[in-house]
């Protein structure tokens, strides 16, 4: 069964309580957002059902031992998603010495995005804004005036969905441009395609490029997704980090549930927790603090038009380097 939760929390522990009580479902898998599946997870664990999930953002708050997530964050993203982001700037020809961080009060990416200033002063960066706007704000007029002003080297957005593409064109209204500008979880179509989102970088777990495609699994998802987008109508048919992590999710369920062979809850669990399994996104493994493992973030960058994993090196798509702006 697939149901709309509306992105709305209160909605989503309704469902599951109906999924389990009502509809008596065998398996579950988690919605999508943090503060979905930290819902959908109460009720998972009150009636112990095993929950798999691809885009939790909060890892900490993650107790419930039969939770396996498929976004490979690691234990601690507002500590190492940020690293990986000022490794990739760093190792460019004139590195940002300052930076500006903005970002919506949404949990997961309040909570990395205030990780990121924390590790920007422990990297000797100097924040000259930490700003949070509500979750759902449209007019970032005031908000781009503001990073004007500060006129960073580095621009951090806290994004989510549209958020980037809103504060860029703000910013263009301005007459400004940011040197160098990240944005954690933006819309990836309507980023790749503005003008003024001209080399962005972002964070991700998979492109649509080698090496990722160099798995024949990849190679076939990446064919259907874009046949069934296309068929759909979708704009942007690109599969990216999230769709290969809802596939991953399906990919760990599949492999317990075969290697078990077995629907039975607590024994999927206890076989996640004690076996790797392999994934397009890479090779989880569920034996670190709350079933998370390595954190596999990646930065990616958009390079006429179209983005592209640049950072770790041994990620980038063919010949692609994070260029500087």
Partial sequence: MLLDDQSKPEITRTLYEKLITVDKVDL???????????????????????????????????KYEMHFPAAPFGPEPSRTVPGVVFDAVAATVNPPKTVAIITSKFPSAQFQSSGARD???????????YLEYEFGTRDFGPIAARVKDANPDLLWVGALGLDGNLVLEELKRLDYSPRRHFHLFPAPGPM???????????????????????NPVAARFATL??????????????????????????????AAVTATKSLDDKALAQWLRKNQVQTIVG????????????DLTKVKQVQDGKWVVVWPKEFAAPGARLLPP
Avoid at 199 to 210: D, R
Wanted: hydrophobic residues 45%; glycine residues 8%; proline residues 6%.
């Fill in 28 to 62: 579950l898998m988690g919605p999508y957002a943090t503060g979905a599946i930290i819902a959908a997870m109460g009720v998972a664990q009150r009636y112990q059902k095993m929950l798999i999930h691809h885009s939790f953002g909060m890892p900490h708050l993650a």
């Fill in 192 to 214: 790749a395609l503005a003008p003024e989102a001209k080399l962005a970088l972002s964070s991700t777990f998979f492109e649509e490029h080698p090496p990722f495609t160099n």
């Fill in 283 to 294: 090779r989880f493994r569920f034996d670190g603090p709350n079933n998370y493992g390595d």
């Fill in 225 to 254: 997704y874009h046949e069934r987008a296309a068929k759909a109508g979708v704009p942007y048919t690109n599969v990216d980090t999230q769709a290969a992590g809802s596939y991953a999710a399906w990919q760990m369920l599949e």
């Fill in 119 to 129: 590790v920007a002063i422990q990297r000797g960066l100097k924040v000259l804004l």
